[in-house]
């Protein structure tokens, strides 16, 4: 079956965001909002295993003892100082940058020329997407997704495959005629459960994390060493490229690497 199109996910796939831009932003809302409170890069580590920033802000307060003690309370800071992240993040993206990984501006100019759309498929905050590929494709950065399903979008977050399901709805297709591309367990979760085939490109903070499922699992784009199955399409030198997607969709071996 011929892919008709790639998924993106966009914290940890499409950019380093994670370690570089949300735990900095909200390190930065909590001194406006005036908390002490401080995320390093391990405790954010750790507390990517709740999907959402809000979420996280909840989970991390159930265990401080200087949290409001109510649920309506907590909930009421956590929106507040969420909001407070999302504008200081797209700051931090304008003012001081946020590179794309590499190899996926690469993969991105040739799905354009050979005709295979593209879709945005994240939980992260749309203001948060539009920041980062704002100043990476200049500001008709929606024009180059046939698709853009962000966390605003759905009422569950990953690894809940709704994202992906909509996602296919929007752009008409099947999803086998689809690819997902994804740096985490929880989203390779999320597409395997709406049956969309996954490549990982392992990210900072999911490079050793259990992979269940993915029919491709590599560090980056970038390179072609370190790819299981290998990369292996003729006539490539650098980077992984979409004849390499198509070549693993062929095969369609489901794989998983215990970190």
């Not at 809000?54 to 969420?82: K, N, Y």
């Not at 946020?98 to 759309?117: F, N, Q, S, T, Y």
């Not at 709704?162 to 086998?176: D, F, H």
Request: include cysteine; proline fraction near 5%; glycine fraction near 10%.
């Amino acid at each position: 079956m011929t892919i008709k199109a790639l998924l993106w996910d966009v914290d940890g796939t499409l950019a380093e965001t994670e370690r570089d831009g949300h735990r900095v932003a909200f390190n930065r809302a909590f001194e406006a909002c005036g908390l002490p409170w401080r995320w390093d890069v391990v405790r954010y580590g750790e507390l990517l295993n709740v999907t959402g920033g809000r979420e996280r802000l909840m989970h991390d307060m159930s265990s401080r003892p200087d949290a409001p003690p109510l649920a309506g309370e907590r909930d009421r800071l956590a929106r507040q100082v969420h909001a407070r992240k999302n504008a200081l993040y797209a700051e931090l993206v304008q003012s001081e940058g946020i590179a794309l990984r590499e190899g996926v501006r690469e993969l991105m100019d040739e799905c354009r020329a050979r005709g295979v759309r593209m879709a945005i498929t994240t939980t992260t905050s749309r203001s948060n997407v539009e920041a980062l590929l704002r100043a990476h494709l200049g500001p008709s950065w929606a024009g180059w997704f046939a698709a853009r399903v962000c966390g605003e979008d759905v009422a569950g977050k990953k690894p809940d495959p709704e994202v992906y399901l909509k996602a296919l709805r929007q752009m008409g297709i099947g999803p086998l005629e689809a690819v997902a591309l994804e740096d985490s367990p929880g989203g390779v979760a999320a597409a395997r459960a709406a049956d969309v085939p996954v490549v990982v490109t392992r990210s900072a903070y999911f490079s050793r994390a259990a992979i269940e499922g993915a029919i491709a699992i590599g560090p980056g784009l970038e390179q072609r060493d370190g790819w299981q199955p290998a990369a292996s399409s003729p006539g490539s030198t650098e980077g992984i490229g979409l004849e390499d997607i198509i070549g693993w969709h062929h095969r369609m071996e489901h794989i998983s690497q215990h970190g």
